[in-house]
């Protein structure tokens, strides 16, 4: 099979295709009582996620609320210590940002 | 889009489960077909065609209506697949061409079992990379212009349209040379 033009190839690939497409027209589609149980079961599913999510994150906020609470009542030295070179790290790290911006516009 | 479709589409985005089960249905055809030329393997594109369902059950919401419903589905359909290409990346090549190889067989079984001729073009298709054959079906079967196929891809126009130029030379190529 030779083929001169690109629409020649289309066109024959185009029939091919409707062709593979014939071949699968009996596709068993799932019935309207099997899709609605998979819905249902896929918004319990997706519920009981949610709630999996939600939890594990309450706990994490609660782990670190009482990381900073007991810090802050055992050293309260070291937590103020901290909570300053975080706000200088983060303060530094958007001057420099800003900076190297300036830069590369000039 | 008619208006009996667009009122489906919103009684589902309200949480109709019915409505929702209706669409699916009537779509199955379309989405199912659409995956057996892109993989080109009918198990693959039954998996894929119900993990897309479980997908659009999710995201039935964030359906816009900025493209056709039937659009948005094999937009969801096709990054699934590039997900799923991606995992088997990981896996041995060897694997991957068999898993490939048996897909092709089942295909081309269907057609002989029906006393049909497996085409060459078919057959070059086949010997396409996934991503070639995706950006082709799309653009010359489909219609889609190149900036949808990127958006639907996630990839820009302009790799788009030098996949279609690639699988197009690659099937000319693959074609002329079983002439000689």
Same mark, same amino acid.
């Given at each position: 099979?030779?083929?001169? @033009?690109?629409?020649?190839?289309?066109?024959?690939?185009?029939?091919?295709?409707?062709?593979?497409?014939? #071949?699968?027209?009996?596709?068993?589609?799932? @019935?309207?009582?099997?899709?609605?149980?998979?819905?249902?079961?896929?918004? /319990?599913?997706?519920?009981?996620?949610?709630? +999996?999510?939600?939890?594990?994150?309450?706990?994490?906020?609660? /782990?670190?609320?009482?990381?900073?609470?007991?810090?802050?009542?055992?050293?309260? /030295?070291? *937590?103020?210590?901290?909570?300053?070179?975080?706000?200088?790290?983060?303060?530094?790290?958007?001057?420099?940002?800003?900076?190297?911006?300036?830069?590369?516009?000039? | 889009?008619?208006?009996?479709?667009?009122? +489906?589409?919103?009684?589902?985005?309200?949480?109709?489960?019915?409505?929702?089960?209706?669409?699916?249905?009537?779509?199955?055809?379309?989405?199912?077909?659409?995956?057996?030329?892109?993989?080109?393997?009918?198990?693959?594109?039954?998996?894929?065609? #119900?993990?897309? %369902? /479980?997908?659009?059950?999710?995201?039935?919401?964030?359906?816009?209506?900025? @493209?056709?419903?039937?659009?948005?589905? %094999?937009?969801?359909?096709?990054?699934? *697949?590039?997900?799923?290409?991606?995992?088997?990346?990981?896996?041995?090549?060897? #694997?991957?061409? #068999?898993?490939?190889?048996?897909?092709?067989?089942?295909?081309?079984?269907?057609?002989?079992?029906?006393?049909?001729?497996?085409?060459?073009?078919?057959?070059?298709?086949?010997?396409?990379? @996934?991503?070639?054959?995706?950006?082709?079906?799309?653009? !010359? *079967?489909?219609?889609?212009?190149?900036?949808?196929?990127?958006?639907?891809?996630?990839?820009?126009?302009?790799?788009?349209?030098?996949?279609?130029?690639?699988?197009?030379? !690659?099937?000319? +190529?693959?074609?002329?040379?079983?002439?000689?």
């Amino acid at each position: 099979m030779r083929f001169n @033009s690109d629409e020649e190839l289309l066109n024959k690939l185009s029939a091919e295709l409707e062709n593979l497409d014939m #071949q699968y027209a009996d596709v068993s589609i799932p @019935s309207l009582p099997e899709l609605e149980q998979l819905i249902a079961a896929e918004a /319990v599913e997706r519920r009981r996620r949610r709630r +999996k999510e939600l939890l594990l994150f309450l706990l994490l906020a609660l /782990v670190l609320l009482g990381i900073v609470i007991a810090t802050l009542s055992s050293a309260p /030295v070291l *937590y103020w210590s901290l909570q300053a070179l975080f706000l200088l790290t983060a303060l530094g790290s958007l001057g420099a940002r800003r900076l190297r911006l300036r830069r590369k516009e000039s | 889009m008619g208006d009996g479709m667009l009122e +489906k589409i919103s009684q589902a985005q309200q949480g109709d489960a019915a409505a929702l089960a209706v669409l699916l249905r009537e779509h199955y055809p379309f989405l199912y077909k659409y995956l057996i030329k892109a993989t080109l393997d009918p198990l693959l594109a039954e998996e894929i065609a #119900q993990d897309t %369902i /479980v997908r659009c059950m999710e995201k039935i919401r964030t359906y816009n209506g900025s @493209s056709a419903f039937s659009s948005w589905l %094999i937009t969801i359909a096709s990054r699934l *697949y590039i997900d799923r290409k991606r995992r088997w990346k990981r896996e041995a090549k060897w #694997q991957q061409e #068999q898993a490939q190889e048996q897909g092709i067989r089942r295909v081309r079984w269907r057609f002989e079992s029906r006393n049909l001729e497996w085409s060459d073009v078919l057959d070059a298709l086949s010997r396409l990379s @996934s991503a070639q054959r995706m950006a082709v079906l799309l653009k !010359h *079967y489909y219609g889609y212009g190149y900036d949808e196929i990127g958006e639907m891809l996630e990839i820009p126009s302009g790799t788009v349209k030098s996949r279609v130029a690639a699988g197009l030379a !690659h099937l000319r +190529k693959e074609l002329n040379e079983d002439e000689v």
